[in-house]
């Protein structure tokens, strides 16, 4: 154990005073391994993800040093660690061919993760916001502060990007680099590894639902959540019901629903009882579609507003179809495949939106950071890995064997730490902050 870990782990209020180590362990692909699932059908991610040491890198001035205490398994690992749809290091090459401190994310290696909890260790000369000893979780977006877009919105600057997948030195490691423009406070009630399985998904889900860029749900809007007790429908569903509106989750089994009910869930769809499964043609779409739009208006008595679908191929024909007249489809993503197929006339004759949502920026992470720290949002923790079983805990999500977050303790030594706020934690109870843990 090096010095500084040995400061971060025993509390020391002078956190500087321990050395940075030379290199440090961390989840991480290396490039020789790309071609490793040529004509192979299982591309298991354990065989990809390496956990070792690797060189520590040189901080920039608008960066911190973060001591990793837990991390979490987000989808984009799963991208990166099979190499699809594009290996990452294309990623980490184009990036530092701009030069400077850019230069450094190109490596024969790629620490991979998109999500942290931690302690400010270090903080370059150009950061007044963050000092050691600072207790943050961090954000999934790295943006050029100096390009004009970014001040209007972070997204649609050229320049952001997906850190610990579009960057190097991600979260799944003892020690994170991370911009100081990505860290946030660390609600005080939840321990490292609840903390650690909130920012990438949650505020995703805040974007796509409650932000003026995304649906802008109200009141009593009917939404439809599709994988509703994944890492981001979960998140979905406890928004949607904070926003007074009535969530209809769709699962694919028993122990799923089971899973809505503790989340709180107006409306459960399951989507085998329906014979929901991936549409071949357009009439599939349509004929599943009604069928989809039958559960619904039985439950609910009219059409969703807003269908939420990150799924993709198998899932958006039946979102464009059942919506209502002049109702939205947000999307953040196509686990299940890139090429949609739906039936246009659906969506231009009735009216419909549909609204591209990726991440969110800053101020949309602040307002969600916000709602975890007042214990109205709670995290969908379900299970936690070690870092050294950080494969295992990957080959879950890979194989949609898990429910809501997959943690990984990092430099946390066990479960349980990191609570500075042990009231408002009391308050609202250990089971309460951790409805999908053991289901």
């Keep these: 154990m090096d010095s500084l870990t040995e400061a971060v782990l025993s509390g020391a209020t002078e956190v500087a005073r321990g050395d940075v180590p030379q290199d440090y362990t961390a989840a991480h692909l290396r490039a020789e391994d790309v071609g490793m699932f040529e004509g192979v059908d299982d591309r298991d991610v354990r065989r990809s993800l390496r956990v070792g040491k690797v060189p520590m890198p040189e901080l920039a001035p608008d960066e911190v040093l973060v001591a990793v205490m837990a991390s979490s398994i987000n989808y984009n690992t799963i991208w990166s660690a099979t190499f699809?749809?594009?290996?990452?290091?294309?990623?980490l090459k184009r990036y530092g061919r701009q030069g400077?401190?850019?230069?450094?994310?190109?490596?024969?290696?790629?620490?991979?993760?998109?999500?942290?909890?931690?302690?400010?260790?270090?903080?370059?000369?150009?950061?007044?916001?963050?000092?050691?000893?600072?207790?943050?979780?961090?954000?999934?977006?790295?943006?050029?502060?100096?390009?004009?877009?970014?001040?209007?919105?972070?997204?649609?600057?050229?320049?952001?990007?997906?850190?610990?997948?579009?960057?190097?030195?991600?979260?799944?490691?003892?020690?994170?680099?991370?911009?100081a423009s990505q860290v946030l406070p660390k609600p005080g009630h939840l321990t490292w590894e609840e903390s650690a399985s909130v920012m990438l998904t949650?505020?995703?889900?805040?974007?796509?639902?409650?932000?003026?860029?995304?649906?802008?749900?109200?009141?009593?809007?009917?939404?439809?959540?599709?994988?509703?007790?994944?890492?981001?429908?979960?998140y979905a569903v406890q928004l949607v019901r904070e926003a007074g509106g009535i969530p209809v989750g769709v699962v694919g089994s028993e122990r799923k629903a089971k899973a809505l009910q503790a989340l709180g869930c107006d409306v459960?769809?399951?989507?085998?009882?329906?014979?929901?499964?991936?549409?071949?043609?357009?009439?599939?779409?349509?004929?599943?579609?009604?069928?989809?739009?039958?559960?619904?208006?039985?439950?609910?008595?009219?059409d969703p507003h807003v269908a939420f679908d990150y799924v993709g191929r198998a899932t958006f024909g039946l979102s464009v179809f059942v919506v209502r007249r002049g109702g939205t489809v947000v999307t953040c993503g196509s686990s299940t495949?890139?090429?949609?197929?739906?039936?246009?006339?659906?969506?231009?004759?009735?009216?419909?939106?549909?609204?591209?949502?990726?991440?969110?920026?800053?101020?949309?992470?602040?307002?969600?950071?916000?709602?975890?720290?007042?214990?109205?949002?709670?995290?969908?923790?379900?299970?936690?890995?070690?870092?050294?079983?950080?494969?295992?805990?990957?080959?879950?999500?890979?194989?949609?064997?898990?429910?809501?977050k997959v943690a990984v303790l990092c430099?946390?030594?066990?479960?349980g730490l990191g609570v500075t706020d042990p009231v408002l934690r009391e308050k609202i109870g250990t089971a309460a902050l951790n409805p999908l843990r053991g289901l």
């Design 100 to 179: 400077g401190f850019a230069a450094r994310h190109d490596q024969p290696y790629h620490v991979v993760g998109s999500d942290a909890s931690g302690v400010v260790v270090r903080a370059g000369a150009g950061v007044s916001r963050w000092k050691t000893g600072d207790h943050v979780v961090v954000s999934c977006i790295q943006v050029d502060d100096h390009e004009p877009a970014t001040h209007a919105d972070a997204m649609l600057g050229a320049e952001q990007r997906a850190w610990g997948y579009e960057t190097n030195f991600g979260g799944l490691a003892h020690y994170a680099v991370v911009k």
């Design 337 to 404: 495949g890139y090429q949609h197929l739906y039936d246009n006339r659906y969506l231009w004759m009735n009216s419909k939106r549909i609204v591209g949502s990726h991440a969110a920026n800053l101020q949309e992470q602040s307002e969600l950071n916000r709602l975890v720290s007042q214990g109205r949002i709670r995290p969908v923790m379900s299970d936690v890995h070690p870092l050294g079983a950080v494969g295992e805990a990957a080959r879950l999500v890979q194989t949609n064997r898990h429910i809501g």
């Design 268 to 302: 459960i769809i399951n989507r085998e009882e329906l014979g929901l499964t991936e549409p071949q043609t357009p009439e599939d779409v349509i004929e599943q579609g009604k069928r989809l739009g039958r559960a619904i208006r039985r439950e609910v008595g009219e």
């Design 202 to 234: 949650a505020a995703t889900s805040y974007r796509m639902l409650i932000s003026d860029k995304g649906a802008r749900i109200k009141l009593g809007d009917v939404v439809l959540i599709w994988g509703a007790t994944g890492g981001l429908g979960a």
């Design 411 to 415: 430099q946390a030594p066990t479960e």
């Design 84 to 91: 699809e749809p594009l290996p990452t290091f294309g990623f």
